[in-house]
């Protein structure tokens, strides 16, 4: 069964301490990983695709990086603005485009 | 990316009744999809909105608990009936372009069931 797992559950920060989140998966085939970041009360915001291990996007603050069995998403130097629920989702089909989403990681950057 | 609306916002309904939740795109589509995220939870895809065709549903949901309409590339409803207090959550409609993998999300639709 394919499955996504993200840790972990929940994430403390000082503003300015860099840290990363770990998103693993079992799928039958990958097609693609995404990233979201959702904040309270509203829909997740698209962040980064990653097709292939090796693969590496940045993003202001953010680069979230693959491996055959894990996904990174590195946060440097971080504010409060970054606080949000950071959401990992996997594709295994192209053609249905269905997404699997992990229970995701709530981050808190205190000033 | 893609602007998408939906309506309401957010509802609080009372048990036995039926709600339909729109979803509407500022451009065609070739992909629409339905998730739910239940209180604390992530999401889980409910169906995908097929424009013209029977919508395809996940294991766990049946049409006549979620029926879900696609007239078009740019709109779509989902209809919870006959809800009872485990259906509270928000819904969501995402959206994906043909020739790109990437989905993007509307605002969500809080539903409270009473």
């Known amino acids: 069964e394919d499955q996504v797992t993200q840790s972990p559950e929940a994430l403390r920060l000082q503003e300015g301490e860099s840290s990363s989140l770990n998103c693993s998966y079992t799928v039958s085939g990958l097609r693609g990983l995404f990233w979201y970041r959702q904040d309270p009360g509203k829909g997740p915001e698209f962040l980064f695709t990653?097709?292939?291990a090796g693969e590496e996007k940045e993003k202001e603050r953010l680069k979230a990086t693959l491996t055959k069995k894990e996904s990174f998403l590195h946060i440097t130097a971080p504010k409060p603005e970054d606080s949000a629920t950071y959401l990992c989702?996997?594709?295994?089909?192209?053609?249905?485009?269905?997404?699997?989403f992990g229970q995701g990681t709530t981050l808190q950057v205190k000033p | 990316s893609a602007v998408i609306s939906q309506k309401p916002s957010r509802d609080i309904c009372q048990r036995g009744t039926s709600l339909t939740i729109q979803c509407q795109v500022d451009?065609?589509?070739?992909?629409m999809f339905w998730y739910r995220q239940q209180p604390g939870q992530s999401l889980t895809l409910i169906a995908t909105?097929?424009?013209?065709?029977?919508?395809?549903?996940e294991s766990g949901f049946v049409i006549d608990k979620f029926p879900i309409s696609r007239p078009n590339l740019t709109f779509s409803t989902l209809t919870v009936s006959n809800m009872s207090p485990e259906d509270s959550s928000i819904y969501l409609c995402?959206?994906?372009?043909?020739?790109?993998?990437?989905?993007?999300f509307g605002p969500g639709t809080r539903l409270t069931v009473t």
């Open positions: 451009s065609q589509v070739t992909m």
């Open positions: 995402s959206v994906g372009k043909q020739g790109a993998y990437e989905q993007y």
């Open positions: 990653l097709y292939s």
């Open positions: 989702a996997v594709q295994v089909s192209r053609s249905t485009g269905k997404l699997i």
């Open positions: 909105a097929n424009q013209g065709s029977e919508a395809t549903y």
